[in-house]
């Protein structure tokens, strides 16, 4: 299993990102996924989910109204599209999968974990 994120970078605030998490080693369609991010000096947290199932999402209060997940299964891909960026949204963001098809947005809930990709919000 292999989770490799891409797209990260600096920003200015109220500017756009889209990340990409390309998934290989599994049946992308079969398993949650999940994308979190952790701040310097703060624990690691659940930003956007999607099941596999039915396609059901789940944001974080912080971020609603501000972000969208999609997954494109024939790419093996997974897209966290990040709008209206605020210097708080700075952290390394990381792609996960989930231990099932459908599974809580939270750590214990990822069996496989990318190894990040910063986003910085600043100007």
């Known amino acids: 299993v292999q989770l490799v994120e891409s797209g990260g970078g600096l920003v200015q605030p109220g500017g756009s990102l889209r990340l990409s998490c390309a998934a290989s080693?599994?049946?992308?369609?079969?398993?949650?996924i999940g994308w979190f991010r952790q701040a310097p000096g703060k624990e690691r947290e659940g930003v956007s989910c999607i099941s596999s199932s039915d396609g059901s999402t789940y944001f974080a209060d912080s971020v609603k109204g501000r972000f969208t997940i999609s997954r494109d299964n024939a790419k093996n891909t997974v897209y966290l599209q990040m709008n209206s960026l605020k210097p708080e949204d700075t952290a390394v963001y990381y792609c996960a999968r989930g231990i099932a098809g459908t599974v809580p947005c939270v750590y214990h809930g990822m069996a496989y974990w990318g190894k990040g990709t910063l986003v910085t919000v600043s100007s």
């Open positions: 080693g599994f049946t992308l369609n079969d398993y949650a």
